[in-house]
């Protein structure tokens, strides 16, 4: 992998590990990246893993605005939290949106398309 994709998968591997919204298997792949590409393994095949156990857990739009509308979704960011992330998830579904854009998720999807494993989202 050439140094320039290296710095740019590093750059999103570091925005997924500072993103409170990141899973702990997001943040579990991400960190056993860093582990791996420090530890000077093959880079390829360290990012090929991660890619891989990013790709399995992905937020869809339709899931994000199931999660927000719900009573466990107003639980977990008030009343006026969840109204909000379901009109802006509701926008971007009908911009053509795919995927959740929250901290966590962004590099995620940022990375999946880099690497030619997903389509670009609207954001992209």
């Given amino acids: 992998m ?16 500072a993103a409170p919204s990141a899973s702990e298997e997001t943040k579990r792949a991400a960190q056993a990246w860093k582990d791996a590409v420090a530890k000077g393994n093959d880079a390829d095949a360290a990012t090929n893993t991660l890619l891989d156990a990013i790709s399995a857990h992905q937020t869809t739009i ?20 969840a109204a909000k992330m379901l009109a802006h998830s509701e926008e971007r579904k009908k911009a053509g949106a795919k995927f959740c854009d929250c901290a966590a998720c962004r ?3 940022e990375l999946l398309h880099k690497f030619g494993r997903e389509e670009a989202d609207v954001y992209l």
Avoid: N, R, W
């Fill in 107 to 109: 590099p995620c999807h």
């Fill in 2 to 17: 050439d140094k320039q994709l290296l710095d740019y998968a590093a750059s999103k591997v570091d925005e997924m590990l």
């Fill in 62 to 81: 339709d899931d994000l605005i199931g999660f927000v509308g719900s009573d466990t979704g107003k639980q977990v960011f008030g009343e006026e939290g």
